[in-house]
């Protein structure tokens, strides 16, 4: 029995928020996987309402509502995540070498966010991650791998030189076998080297490349393959995005990651430290951009909506703009996870008092009625 758990009959993470509200994300982030680790939350007893049930690529999912990349990059409690009532995981972003990279977040705590910076992702790389998942094949649940480029660790490299695609089609090949989903993370605003494949050609020429090196590696089980974008990006970004996606057959779009503009509404005083802004106050930019993309990609490619969710309401408004599944990272770490219950209880009291049946059912709906 774990500590908490022998102290506490409530949710270990209300018991301790007054002392974890005192401290940085990446902490709380580190507690919250070794609680997972210790299984200090009960064993979901209830499964989910059948409103909240979903299928999506051919996949059934229980429930709509995943966590995000970069939580559990990972992997070592995504199924602790799933016992506890989240409906799929994601895992990484995986880079092809392991990555180190100086990380700082920090809370905005009045505001309900989280400032990142970074300039890469923290992972075990390709060939770890590879393992860890061969050892959760046949396991229950939804399992998504995000994939990356190696920042550190690549300084003796040439630029030049550099087949930064050839990267992505090594992990590809070591991951993707063990993938429900695989997803191309180019959504981190702050890498100057990602920036370049916002151009047409490059997204054409990338794209192309990592459809081929999917089917190639995985000819007979091929997983969906999505590509998770930058909410930073322009107009005519949004478009070519779209565009490359139909082009390349991707199988979704995830939308999106942090955004580095600062809403005015924010209070917190470090609301101006530099980095990626992620949590409550991106609600409404991440809506708007994952509407646009709906309307772009006609409805054909199915949408996992990221970004400032916080409540049922907030999932259902995504679901609505055009998001088949969405996913949480910010709520997680100023709520504890158990904010799962909240926000599942609240997304089946809407949707059935919309009339809805299903998840599905709802996908679109305010798009589809044209407003
Ligand atoms: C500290 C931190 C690390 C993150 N690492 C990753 C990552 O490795 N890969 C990725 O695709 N997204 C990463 N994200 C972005 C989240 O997956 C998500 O897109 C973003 O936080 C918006 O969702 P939220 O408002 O629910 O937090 C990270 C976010 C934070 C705050």
């Given at each position: ?40 939350w ?28 970069g ?11 799933i ?24 809370k ?59 990267e992505?089609d ?60 930058s ?13 490359m996606l ?5 199988d ?89 219950k909240k ?8 949707l ?20």
């Amino acid at each position: 029995m774990g500590i908490f758990s022998a102290f506490s009959k409530r949710d270990p993470f209300e018991f301790a928020s007054p002392l974890l509200a005192r401290l940085e994300p990446d902490t709380i982030r580190k507690i919250i996987i070794w609680l997972l680790k210790d299984k200090v939350w009960k064993k979901q007893r209830q499964s989910d309402e059948k409103v909240l049930s979903t299928t999506v690529w051919s996949r059934k999912f229980p429930n709509p509502i995943g966590i995000a990349a970069g939580f559990d990059a990972s992997g070592t409690v995504i199924d602790e995540f799933i016992r506890i009532g989240f409906g799929f995981g994601e895992i990484g972003t995986i880079t092809l070498e392991p990555d180190k990279i100086t990380k700082r977040a920090y809370k905005l705590r009045k505001d309900e966010a989280i400032i990142y910076q970074t300039s890469g992702f923290n992972n075990i790389g390709s060939k770890k991650a590879s393992m860890l998942l061969a050892k959760r094949r046949g396991r229950k649940g939804v399992v998504g791998v995000s994939i990356g480029e190696n920042v550190f660790n690549v300084e003796s490299i040439d630029e030049a030189e550099r087949d930064i695609v050839g990267e992505y089609d090594a992990v590809i090949r070591a991951v993707a076998p063990f993938a429900d989903y695989v997803v191309i993370n180019i959504s981190n605003s702050y890498m100057e080297s990602l920036a370049e494949f916002q151009l047409k050609e490059s997204l054409d020429e990338l794209l192309r490349r990592l459809r081929l090196a999917v089917n190639i590696a995985t000819p007979i089980k091929t997983p969906p393959l999505l590509l998770k974008m930058s909410s930073d990006i322009n107009n005519e970004g949004k478009r070519i995005t779209a565009e490359m996606l139909l082009k390349h057959k991707f199988d979704g779009l995830i939308v999106g990651g942090s955004t580095g503009t600062r809403p005015e509404t924010l209070v917190s005083k470090r609301k101006d430290e530099p980095g990626g802004l992620c949590g409550k106050p991106i609600m409404e930019k991440t809506t708007q951009l994952l509407r646009e993309m709906y309307k772009h990609t006609n409805g054909q490619i199915p949408i996992i909506g990221v970004g400032g969710i916080t409540s049922g309401a907030d999932a259902y408004e995504k679901i609505r703009a055009g998001a088949s599944l969405v996913q949480i990272y910010t709520s997680v770490i100023i709520h504890g996870p158990m904010v799962i219950k909240k926000i599942k209880k609240e997304l089946a009291e809407l949707l059935k008092a919309d009339g809805y049946k299903s998840v599905s059912e709802a996908v679109g709906a305010d798009i589809n009625k044209g407003s």
